[in-house]
């Protein structure tokens, strides 16, 4: 499989642009420059001195000796929780606030789940003095206070969607709305690899920032760019498509993807769509998407809210159909268990999205010459209510 979509945005028989006639011009307008824009070396002067001094690129890639030795192997972590913000997702929304400027637009927009997104995207508006308007959930408002506090103080607008389930699914319909109401001076931030064509596309462009520095600090490190091993986790897919793009192309690099199992795979409380789901469209493409047998999407669970999603991007339902990654899925329990051991070998506290990827070292055998490469999307403070529930 290669690493970027056909022209039509296809991974295989997944992606392409599902859209209502209304979004044709914003969709293609994006569609023909955003190529042309991240090629332009005044916008990657930019990015690239924003990457550094602003969100605090490049990351480390931490030798985990404790953590090695209690698997018997070699691992480090791709340290994406001390960019700004917490999480990898500023990587993202950087790159998409300079295509936005480019593009002459004055305002943003975007939806949000547990808030991590609307905060990266509210960040950036801030940065660049742009009106920022984020969609959420009622549900999830009430569930997240305290990201919605941030947003509002970063200076966005945060609107509640109140239809349906109140979460992300309806805040995503919300911001479409939006985007078809606002064609001309609006570009709506998309927060994963997920969407119409080119967004998959753009933000693993985006996020690759990830790999091609794993590359090049395990080069320094081992005198070998290649690691036998890489592992994330997977909500929408943006992390695990940063973390993979430059090995994607490099067989000889097992590439791991875990999901959220909840609390079990068929215990109807679970958020493992390659498991569970079958191809369908959702949210402008077609990929592997958790539904009823009438097609209806179904509520997805999870501990952690980045991974509460019935969906997966379009170039990972291509990874997993021609067999290129290997999709684990890791239970509730399983992720806590693995945060709290990281938290005593390292000490380094993990979200709990990224404590999947961690819980998948488990359920994999290593070589003692390994070298397994585990990408920490984000930190454990936001989670630390869940884990207080877990310490007696
Ligand atoms: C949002 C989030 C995720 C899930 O999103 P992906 O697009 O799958 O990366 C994972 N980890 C953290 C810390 C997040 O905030």
Known sequence: MKKNPDQQGYYGSF?????????????????ENYLLIMQDPAFREEIAQL?????????????AKRLSESFGTTIYLKREDLCHTGAHKINNTIGQILVAEKLGKKRIIAE????????????????????CIVYMGSKDMERQAPNVARMKMLGATVIPATSGSKTLK??????????????????????????????PDMVARFQSVISAEIKDQLLVKTGNPLP??????????????????????EPGVELVAVEAAGLGISSGYSAATTQLGKPGVLHGSKSIVMQTADGQVTEPHSISAGLDYPGIGPMHAGLFETGRAKFLAATDDEAVAAAFHLAATEGIIPALESAHALAALK???????????????GRGDKDMATYMTYIK
């Open 228 to 249: 036998t091993h890489v592992i994330a986790c997977v909500g929408g897919g943006s992390n695990a498509a940063g973390a993979f793009y430059h090995f994607i192309e």
């Open 51 to 63: 990457l550094s001094d602003y969100a605090g690129r490049a990351t480390p890639l931490y030798y």
């Open 363 to 377: 359920q994999l055998e290593f070589a003692p010459t390994d070298t397994v490469v585990v990408c920490l999307s």
């Open 112 to 131: 949000t789940g547990a808030g991590q997104h609307g905060v990266a995207t509210a960040t950036v508006c801030a940065l660049k003095g742009l009106e």
């Open 15 to 31: 992606g392409g642009a599902y859209i209502p006639e209304m979004l044709h011009p914003n969709v293609l307008e994006l569609r």
């Open 170 to 199: 309806d805040a995503t319909n919300e911001a479409i709305r939006d985007w078809i109401n606002h064609p001309s001076d609006t570009h709506y931030i998309i927060g994963s690899v997920v969407g119409p064509h080119p967004y």
